[in-house]
């Protein structure tokens, strides 16, 4: 097989808010950073070990937008995109290198009320799906014995 694969999926947790930058042309990119633990007991000492790996989120146009409106820092959230390396000139005139991962796909794992619980505002955010059920017809249940006379076999 002579072909390459660099693709990368996470799930964690936001370590900030995203950070916007808008371009002349009309672009922006997001970005900001994840954190993924492991962790593990530790055979020797019978102790739960955990430890914190911290990855570059960028995103970008209206991914980047999305994310900048619904996201929030401790946010769970699943990423998968490419690495992609990076070097500039610091202010101190050193060369500085970075490993991002640059977003192809997202998906917000934390809901709307599991997001405003740490926030001042939850009351508001918790009073939200109540608004939605009552813009949204009841779901009826379907009569009793109903699905029990369908022919799936499982």
């Known amino acids: 097989m002579s072909g390459t694969l660099n693709k990368v999926m996470l799930i964690g947790h936001l370590g900030d808010e995203v950070k916007m930058h808008y371009f002349e042309g009309g672009g922006c990119i ?9 962790t593990y007991t530790n055979k020797q000492t019978g102790e739960r070990v955990t430890n914190t790996d911290w990855h570059n989120i960028v995103v970008r146009n ?19 995109g490419r690495l992609k390396n990076r070097q500039w000139q610091g202010e101190d005139g050193n060369t500085r290198y970075t490993t991002e991962v640059h977003v192809q796909d997202f998906t917000f794992l934390t809901t709307k009320q599991e997001s405003g619980m740490g926030t001042s505002s939850g009351q508001s955010t918790q ?21 029990e006379d369908d022919d799936l076999p499982f």
């Open 127 to 147: 009073s939200q799906p109540n608004q939605d059920d009552e813009r949204t017809p009841p779901k009826t249940p379907a009569p009793l014995g109903q699905d």
């Open 30 to 38: 997001g970005r900001f950073p994840l954190a993924t633990n492991e």
């Open 62 to 80: 209206k991914a980047a937008e999305i994310c900048e409106k619904y996201l929030s820092k401790g946010d769970k959230v699943y990423v998968e």
